[in-house]
């Protein structure tokens, strides 16, 4: 019997180990993979939203301006639409706790991981509700409770996720001294300058970039549903304050998307 003759067509890259062939792919991945598309939309919505709400409550505008009802309009309008772009969204947490199920280090991340997904799993899964109750679909009679409970889902969510992003920044630090270490090693022994230990430090220090960006981010918003949760009231309530917190968020998480395109 003759063997196997190689083929005559080129070897095929490399799959990703992240990206299983569509045929492979589980109903939910794929699922997720899908609805992802609209971030980018959904962020550039964000921005336009709080910087109309920046105006508004300054006093660049005034009341009595013929486009101050108008921007109003805008505004609202584009909050709402914000909420059609989170329709099937918790999607993408459901399957972040299944994808970590084996993978957690020790039972306080796991906590951290079932209250961070979790609760931002269930803020958007009832802000769905909310968008409907809004846009006149559904009787809107629960609507006040929806959004309380959408409130207190995504401030426990948001407590979770900074628990867990600054775990993340404690290991990239220990992770970094342990690089260090080895190239002072390195050094003494006069065995080079540890190129490839120094690249891995540059990449260390760009991935703990992000992860503070991601932590401020997780912040303001969870000064914004702290606010939600507070039915406006308290110290820090400020519709300025609020605004640029809010646009803060948005300009932060359209960079990370930028960046990861």
């Known amino acids: 019997m003759d063997p196997p003759k190689p083929s005559s067509n080129p070897t095929p890259p490399p799959q990703n180990p992240r990206s299983p062939p569509p045929n492979t792919r589980d109903f939910l991945t794929h699922l997720e993979t899908y609805l992802a598309k609209r971030d980018g939309v959904d962020k550039l919505l964000k921005i336009s939203r709080y910087a109309a709400k920046i105006i508004l409550a300054s006093s660049l505008l005034p009341s009595a301006h013929p486009l ?13 639409s914000r909420k059609a772009f989170r329709l099937g969204k918790f999607v993408q ?36 509700f909310v968008w409907l109750a809004k846009s006149g679909l559904i009787d809107n009679t629960h609507l006040q409770k ?7 889902a995504e401030l426990v969510g948001y407590f979770g996720s900074v628990a867990l992003k600054v ?32 690249r891995k430090i540059g990449k260390l220090r760009e991935k703990r970039v992000m992860k503070r960006l991601s932590v401020v981010q997780d912040l303001a918003d969870g000064l914004m549903a702290l606010v939600d ?23 932060i998480s359209t960079h990370k998307n930028w960046v990861s395109c």
Not at 68 to 80: D, I, M, Y
Not at 94 to 110: T, V
Request: aromatic share 8%.
């Open 146 to 152: 929806l959004q309380k409970i959408s409130a207190w």
């Open 229 to 251: 949760v507070r039915d406006g009231k308290g110290r820090f309530s400020g519709p300025t304050l609020m605004s640029s917190a809010g646009l803060l968020s948005a300009v």
């Open 68 to 80: 101050h009802p108008r921007l109003k309009n805008f505004e609202s309008s584009v909050g709402l």
């Open 93 to 128: 947490d459901l399957n972040a706790l299944r994808n970590k199920n084996s993978c957690f280090d020790s039972k306080q991340e796991l906590v951290l991981s079932l209250v961070a997904y979790g609760g931002e799993g269930v803020y958007y899964f009832v802000e769905q």
């Open 167 to 198: 775990g993340d920044l404690r290991r990239i630090d220990e992770e970094e001294a342990c690089l260090r270490s080895s190239v002072e090693v390195l050094r003494l022994r006069g065995e080079g300058g540890g190129e490839e230990e120094e």
